[in-house]
């Protein structure tokens, strides 16, 4: 037996409201598949679970703000792992203060009624079960009868007021979630599982191919998804207004602790693009526009192998001493429509090609301007990424987002009068910044870290 917690979704997050619960007692689950979804200052965040097993008891109500580490629910048949000091329970915010001063003081979460949690009803007279087979089913609960004790609606009156079912398609949980929440009808994808089951791979290659129909198409399916999911993160109303705010309070928060812990210091270089540009030029021939790489592709690969030939400005400043990363975990700094930011995490980033980067940074990009970002996204970042040259900024010097020791900024690719070999020529340029921890490292460390940005840009086919 496990217990699945409040998981630490950055280092600026000390709780985290428990806004739905995807899967109720007696699901079994594996691990990797979503099961809740948590708010934070800054979006709605997916979270997975970490263990295979069937889930147990609910511990925390859906709707209550909890600190990071508190039991959630129980995984039956689990391993139980070892408690992460990052999971220590902390200082509670404001928003659901009942709940949360029970678990400053009790050092448990807050207490759920005495009757199990499978009994357990919501206000409308349906336990977490049937409201998870009413979403699945796409019943609306509140125009239901509950044939049940005190009028409360069963499995069955869900089952009957459900429409006929369509072809039975093979898929797994976390497909089926993933295409509920994307619009994506199951029988009309193609599966590549075992036996033809569809995974969710599958799920997001029909979305992308959705992606490429005409605009009124697309208007339909967002106008059906926003109908049936009022989780989504993309805030439209007084509430997104809320979230803007509470994200503008958390960004200034950590940037505050960052320039005032962190010594910083910045380097600042112009390389010459021309080659990677030719290189690029090349690998577009031919390709359909979808498929073709941007500057930003090729940017990040070098930044993330110049990481690993640097490893000194890869990792944390931790117990006032700099700790490794295991891996090139890049943090992409995404601005969001709605104001503020969010820096999901490309996981070793230095091992993928540059067009598998830039279907994951693209990837990445819509979802956290969705609001549908994956907790394991949102997590163990090594270094942060900032480039802001599609805004037509040159320059950027950044500010070290902690643990982190260091941030790379990458500006536009510019025109500007390059000699080479004694002649001048014009030539593309892009402008690479870097901030830096000085408690971690020194000027000399940072500039070796610019130029094998510089040089690795210079042969992009050796990658």
Not at 81 to 94: D, L, N, Y
Not at 145 to 171: C, Q, S, Y
Not at 270 to 292: K, M
Request: with cysteine.
């Amino acid at each position: 037996m496990a217990e699945f917690t409040m998981p630490s979704l950055g280092a600026d997050m000390d709780e985290g409201l428990l806004q739905e619960w995807l899967v109720g007692p007696g699901d079994r689950v594996h691990k990797g598949d979503v099961v809740a979804v948590v708010e934070t200052d800054k979006a709605a965040i997916e979270v997975e679970c970490f263990e295979s097993g069937t889930v147990g008891r609910l511990l925390v109500r859906a709707g209550t703000r909890v600190p990071v580490g508190t039991p959630l629910a129980v995984i039956e048949g689990a391993t139980p792992r070892e408690p992460r000091s990052a999971q220590k329970p902390v200082a509670t915010g404001s928003r659901d203060k009942h709940a949360t001063h029970a678990a400053r003081t009790s050092g448990s979460p807050p207490p759920l009624p005495q009757k199990p949690a499978a009994e357990a009803t919501s206000a409308i007279g349906a336990g977490p079960l049937v409201r998870h087979l009413a979403l699945q089913r796409g019943v609306d609960l509140t125009a239901l009868h509950g044939t049940g004790p005190g009028g409360r609606i069963t499995r069955a009156d869900v089952e009957r007021a459900a429409p006929a079912p369509g072809p039975r398609v093979r898929a797994t949980p976390y497909a089926r979630h993933l295409a509920r929440d994307l619009g994506i009808d199951l029988t009309t994808v193609r599966g590549t599982g075992d036996g033809g089951a569809v995974r969710a791979a599958d799920v997001r290659t029909a979305t992308r191919a959705r992606v490429e129909r005409p605009e009124p198409e697309r208007a339909g399916a967002r106008g059906r998804e926003g109908e049936q999911h009022g989780h989504v993160a993309v805030p439209t109303d007084s509430a997104g207004e809320h979230r803007t705010d509470a994200m503008r309070r958390a960004v200034a928060e950590l940037m505050s602790r960052s320039k005032r812990e962190i010594p910083h210091y910045y380097l600042s270089t112009t390389i010459d693009f021309s080659a990677a540009e030719e290189w690029l030029r090349r690998f577009n021939r031919d390709r359909p526009l979808s498929d073709r790489l941007v500057p930003a592709a090729l940017l990040l690969k070098a930044a993330a192998t110049a990481a690993r030939e640097v490893p000194s400005l890869n990792g944390y400043w931790q117990h006032d001493q700099f700790v490794a990363g295991s891996a090139v975990n890049l943090g992409v700094a995404v601005s969001l429509r709605q104001g503020g930011l969010l820096a999901p995490v490309i996981h070793d980033a230095d091992t993928l090609s540059p067009d598998v980067l830039m279907a994951g940074l693209k990837d990445l990009v819509q979802r956290a301007r969705r609001g549908r970002l994956r907790g394991s996204e949102m997590s163990g970042a090594t270094l942060t990424v900032t480039n802001l040259g599609d805004q037509g900024v040159e320059t950027v010097f950044g500010v070290i987002h902690p643990p982190q020791v260091a941030l790379v900024g990458f500006g536009a690719v510019v025109e500007r009068p390059w000699a080479v070999g004694g002649m001048l020529g014009v030539r593309p340029v892009v402008t690479a910044t870097l901030a830096a921890d000085h408690r971690a490292t020194d000027g000399a460390v940072g500039a070796r870290y610019l130029t094998a940005i510089g040089r690795l840009l210079q042969k992009p086919e050796e990658w």
